[in-house]
């Protein structure tokens, strides 16, 4: 299948091209901008949407265990769920560093290419993103 089928979007972060138009990512850049978006947007930060994001913003002053994380990582798979309906997660990994981050993987089948991907999202537990 075309790259067509996966979608179009502004480039995340916005940028603005030498035409002067902003710039698009399509396919799996697409998608990967769209999953950081998610992840990145903490529950209630949008007022006219305040149930889109991810819940792991709520974890910021949690003692950070393998408890935690797990429910970290079932926060991630549920705001993709919700919120990215393009994709299938098959497995969230991740990996505690100690300077205070975490790296979660997230492995991904892209549903109408059946092709799979992963992301690393590192997640800054000391500011929050």
Not at 27 to 54: Q, S, V
Request: glycine residues 6%; hydrophobic residues 35%.
């Amino acid at each position: 299948m075309k790259k067509e089928f996966l979608g179009r979007g502004w480039k995340f972060p916005i940028e603005i091209g030498h035409d002067g138009a902003f710039s698009l990512s399509q396919g799996n850049e697409d998608i990967e901008e769209a999953i950081i978006i998610i992840l990145k947007t903490a529950k209630g930060e949008r007022p006219m949407e305040p149930e889109f994001g991810c819940d792991i913003h709520s974890y910021i002053f949690e003692v950070i265990n393998q408890s935690t994380m797990m429910r970290m990582q079932e926060d991630i798979r549920k705001a993709l769920l919700l919120y990215e309906p393009r994709i299938e997660v098959l497995e969230i990994n991740n990996e505690y560093i100690e300077s205070g981050m975490i790296l979660f993987t997230i492995d991904y089948s892209v549903i109408s290419t059946n092709s799979r991907y992963n992301l690393v999202y590192p997640y800054h537990m000391n500011e929050g993103r």
